[in-house]
């Protein structure tokens, strides 16, 4: 073939410098612009043929992973359909109807041909193949440094953004399961090699993700408490043995046993030096040999933040979100301010606001994107500490955990550097106060802290940062909320019990939940018999002890006077909550009842309705009252 014919032919073209993404939401990028994959069906398409790239996909299998039940008869035209679309959209120079080197054709299937350096989950497969190898040679270090590197990859459910009744195929269940043996084996190699704090963060994301897995539990509990982290571990073992009860009726199996009492022991370090290093598995079905990418002979250690190690410990987004449109709109154009507070009552939903929006924008933060649990009124255990926090920050960062510098300005500077010229998004969840939170703030232009808390914090406001109180949902927004998890039908069947539910709630986000998992467990109940236990429960919080758990995380942070305070508001009534009135009640001066009260409002226990003119939560006015019953609410008692 002449040699203009053979640079005229598409196979012959370069190709333009794709990236594709399926561990979490299914993306593609065509030279740093982010392209739409279309349809939810098509990115199904388009997944599948990325957890096989390389090798054609039967058409048959195609039919089977994109229709669950018996496809129509239309179903090869639709998926010729979806080739064409992705054709175009992959090879935009390409002749129409012409295959082009993306999307060859292929008698009888389908065909996407990437290098593994385009696809996160090549890159994830490659990385555990090192990992593998440098485990089989008794490289236990190396070998952790892999697996971590590998699990840097995934950032949430596979395949996010296609139909669920696709995910639920075997095809994405594999990948799934890929994703947790490396989660397995690097917790084994780090225990190996006494590095338990460099894969604890990837095993902590690995376990939401796979919350009755015992094998991993039985790891996650040995890490924590190889890292000195005893009271979590075992906490972590008490909630797993008591999500097996309740869900699957089982007690904890022999590994799981083991390792709690291991931590019981106190024998949870590292492993003897004597100990071989576990053989990794091999797998049935092991994934397709790829082509290694070009530095595969000399893995990097990463010192910082590279673009192979994007941080992506967002949880999952939440499953069922409604409404907030407003409030998202609001964070929009807050986001600029580089610190982005969202306050609000407990049980209003902050957390899942923020998970929604920080999983919505997550393309603005090409750099990655961390959480930080700060446990700031979590009842059951203390808050964390920022030297703690920002440790477990610097290893997802690509830091080798055991060179970080010790003290707490330290580690700041060192954080502060590595996100200087990043763009990468940090959600600080549930935050104790200002003091907890001012070493965890990028000061890098292109970052932003999100942060939720139940606590005001002027002095983060004062230094620039915008605030959002968060407030109930709109009645509208409850009762879909309530209709989104129990069934649409469900509910318009039965709208005064709906309604009466809404109400008997509050409408918060939390008990609306809570009602709605019990309905979901029972689905021949009606909603009727719910509402008949909220209204026969009513001036107690005995249906929502979940609620109760929420509140009581806030008030435990009072001072005496406040909580005292807080007990004898429902002796107020209704007709609003002012100084003079909280001054009477009390015997206090107006004075001094008006900063109380101002205190309780800006731990978001009170609403300013008006200017010095307070409301109580109806559910809030329960706990106080039963607050009040169990501890006396005059002052001085």
């Given amino acids: 073939m002449p040699s203009d014919a053979r640079a005229a032919s598409p196979a012959a073209r370069p190709r333009q410098g794709m990236r594709f993404e399926l561990l979490g939401p299914v993306r593609l990028w065509r030279d740093g612009h982010e392209l739409d994959p279309g349809f939810p069906q098509q990115r199904a398409l388009l997944a599948l043929l990325l957890i096989h790239a390389g090798r054609p996909v039967p058409t048959a299998e195609i039919l089977d992973v994109l229709w669950a039940q018996r496809p ?220 290694p990418p070009a530095n595969a002979a000399s893995p990097p250690t990463p010192p910082a933040l590279t673009p192979a190690v994007r941080p992506a410990w967002l949880p999952s987004d939440p499953a069922v979100f409604v409404g907030r449109e407003a409030e998202s709109r609001r964070l929009d154009g807050a986001a600029g301010a580089g610190v982005v507070v969202v306050a609000g009552a407990p049980g209003v939903g902050k957390s899942a606001l923020a998970l929604r929006w920080a999983h919505r924008t997550a393309g603005r933060f090409p750099d990655g994107r961390l959480f930080v649990a700060l446990h700031g009124s979590d009842p059951a255990r203390p808050a964390v500490r920022p030297a703690d926090a920002l440790r477990a920050m610097l290893a997802a960062l690509g830091e080798d955990e055991p060179r970080l510098p010790d003290g707490l300005d330290a580690l700041t500077g060192r954080y502060r550097t590595l996100l200087a010229r990043r763009r990468v998004l940090v959600v600080l969840d549930d935050a104790a106060g200002t003091a907890q939170l001012r070493p965890l703030l990028p000061a890098g232009p292109g970052c932003l802290a999100l942060v939720t808390g139940r606590q005001a914090l002027p002095g983060l406001l004062a230094s620039g940062a915008r605030q959002l109180r968060l407030g109930p949902p709109s009645a509208e927004e409850a009762l879909a909320l309530l209709a989104a998890r129990v069934g649409a039908g469900r509910a318009a069947a039965e709208p005064g019990a709906a309604d009466e539910i809404v109400a008997r709630c509050g409408r918060s986000p939390l008990a609306l939940t809570l009602v709605a998992e019990r309905l979901a467990g029972r689905p021949d109940v009606p909603l009727a018999s719910e509402a008949a236990v909220l209204r026969d429960t009513h001036g107690t919080l005995d249906a929502l002890d979940a609620v109760r758990e929420a509140f009581l995380g806030s008030y435990r942070l009072l001072p005496p006077e406040q909580a005292r305070l807080f007990r004898m508001l429902p002796r107020l009534g209704d007709d609003g909550i002012t100084a003079s009135r909280a001054s009477a009640l009390t015997g206090l001066p107006v004075r001094r009842a008006r900063l109380l009260l101002g205190a309780l409002a800006d731990a978001h226990l009170l609403t300013e309705a008006a200017p010095g003119r307070y409301t109580l939560h109806v559910l809030l006015r329960v706990f106080a009252a039963e607050r009040a019953a169990a501890e006396g609410g005059l002052p001085g008692t």
């Fill in 72 to 291: 129509p008869v239309s179903a090869p035209n639709v998926v010729r359909r979806y080739v064409a679309a992705l054709r175009r959209l992959l090879e935009p120079g390409s002749p129409p109807r012409t295959p082009g080197p993306r999307l060859p054709r292929r008698t009888g299937g389908h065909l996407l041909e990437a290098d593994p350096d385009e696809v996160d989950l090549l890159r994830f497969r490659e990385r555990t193949r090192e990992g593998k190898r440098a485990a089989a040679t008794g490289r236990a270090g190396t070998a952790a440094r892999q697996f971590v590197l590998a699990l840097g990859e995934w950032r949430g459910p596979v395949a996010m953004g296609v139909p669920a009744s696709v995910r639920d195929h075997a095809q994405f269940a594999a990948v799934q399961r890929e994703l947790l043996e490396t989660a397995r084996l690097a917790a084994d190699a780090a225990l190996l090699c006494g590095r338990a704090e460099q894969v604890l963060p990837v095993l902590r994301r690995a376990a939401v993700h796979d919350p009755l897995d015992e094998p991993l539990h039985a790891r996650l509990v040995l890490t924590l408490a190889a890292s000195g982290l005893q009271a979590e571990a075992l906490r972590a073992y008490d909630d797993v043995r008591l999500r097996l009860g309740r869900e699957l009726g089982l007690a904890p199996g022999p590994e799981l046993a083991a390792a709690h009492a291991r931590v019981l022991r106190q024998q949870a370090g590292r492993r003897s030096a004597h100990a071989p290093l576990p053989t990794p598995p091999t797998p049935s079905n092991p994934p397709p040999a790829t082509r």
